[in-house]
Protein backbone atom coordinates (compact mmCIF):
# COMPACT_ATOMS: atom_id res chain seq x y z
CA UNK A 1 0.00 0.00 0.00
CA UNK A 2 1.43 3.36 -1.39
CA UNK A 3 0.00 5.22 1.60
CA UNK A 4 1.37 3.29 4.31
CA UNK A 5 4.98 3.59 2.78
CA UNK A 6 4.23 7.48 2.64
CA UNK A 7 3.63 7.45 6.09
CA UNK A 8 7.34 6.13 7.30
CA UNK A 9 10.00 8.74 7.72
CA UNK A 10 13.73 8.02 8.68
CA UNK A 11 15.82 10.09 10.58
CA UNK A 12 18.07 9.45 7.40
CA UNK A 13 14.99 11.45 5.44
CA UNK A 14 15.33 13.79 7.89
CA UNK A 15 18.76 14.39 7.45
CA UNK A 16 18.88 14.79 3.68
CA UNK A 17 15.98 17.29 4.29
CA UNK A 18 18.43 19.24 6.64
CA UNK A 19 21.55 18.69 4.05
CA UNK A 20 19.59 20.80 1.53
CA UNK A 21 18.82 23.41 4.26
CA UNK A 22 22.44 24.13 5.31
CA UNK A 23 23.80 26.45 2.93
CA UNK A 24 21.78 29.28 2.93
CA UNK A 25 22.32 28.81 6.82
CA UNK A 26 26.19 28.26 6.15
CA UNK A 27 25.86 31.38 3.98
CA UNK A 28 24.67 33.80 7.43
CA UNK A 29 27.25 32.16 9.48
CA UNK A 30 25.29 29.51 10.92
CA UNK A 31 24.70 25.49 10.42
CA UNK A 32 22.03 22.68 11.52
CA UNK A 33 22.28 19.51 13.27
CA UNK A 34 19.73 16.60 13.19
CA UNK A 35 20.03 15.89 17.16
CA UNK A 36 17.12 13.11 16.90
CA UNK A 37 13.89 12.23 14.96
CA UNK A 38 10.99 10.42 17.20
CA UNK A 39 9.38 8.35 14.44
CA UNK A 40 6.05 7.84 16.29
CA UNK A 41 5.19 11.56 17.08
CA UNK A 42 7.02 12.62 13.75
CA UNK A 43 8.88 15.05 15.39
CA UNK A 44 12.42 15.97 14.64
CA UNK A 45 14.80 17.62 17.04
CA UNK A 46 17.50 19.85 15.91
CA UNK A 47 20.22 22.50 16.69
CA UNK A 48 20.67 25.40 15.16
CA UNK A 49 24.60 26.21 15.41
CA UNK A 50 26.86 28.96 14.99
CA UNK A 51 26.11 32.47 14.08
CA UNK A 52 22.04 31.04 14.30
CA UNK A 53 22.01 29.59 17.41
CA UNK A 54 23.30 32.85 18.98
CA UNK A 55 20.85 34.92 16.75
CA UNK A 56 17.93 36.84 18.84
CA UNK A 57 16.01 35.23 15.44
CA UNK A 58 16.80 31.87 15.73
CA UNK A 59 12.97 30.49 16.94
CA UNK A 60 11.61 32.06 14.06
CA UNK A 61 14.43 30.66 11.74
CA UNK A 62 13.35 27.55 13.41
CA UNK A 63 9.69 27.81 12.74
CA UNK A 64 9.23 29.82 9.63
CA UNK A 65 11.83 28.40 7.55
CA UNK A 66 13.70 25.01 8.91
CA UNK A 67 10.50 23.86 10.42
CA UNK A 68 8.85 24.35 7.03
CA UNK A 69 10.77 23.43 4.86
CA UNK A 70 11.18 20.01 6.64
CA UNK A 71 7.78 19.41 6.85
CA UNK A 72 7.32 20.21 3.36
CA UNK A 73 10.03 17.41 2.09
CA UNK A 74 9.40 14.76 4.67
CA UNK A 75 5.82 15.13 5.34
CA UNK A 76 5.79 13.00 8.11
CA UNK A 77 7.20 15.09 10.18
CA UNK A 78 4.99 17.14 12.65
CA UNK A 79 6.73 19.40 13.89
CA UNK A 80 10.51 20.25 14.63
CA UNK A 81 11.35 21.22 17.69
CA UNK A 82 14.79 23.04 18.89
CA UNK A 83 17.37 20.71 20.59
Known sequence: MAEDTALTAT???VQAAIQTLRPYLQSHG???ELVGFDETNGIARVRLQGMC???PHASETLRYYVEREI???VPVVK???AA
Open 11 to 13: ASE
Open 30 to 32: GDL
Open 53 to 55: GGC
Open 71 to 73: MRT
Open 79 to 81: SVI
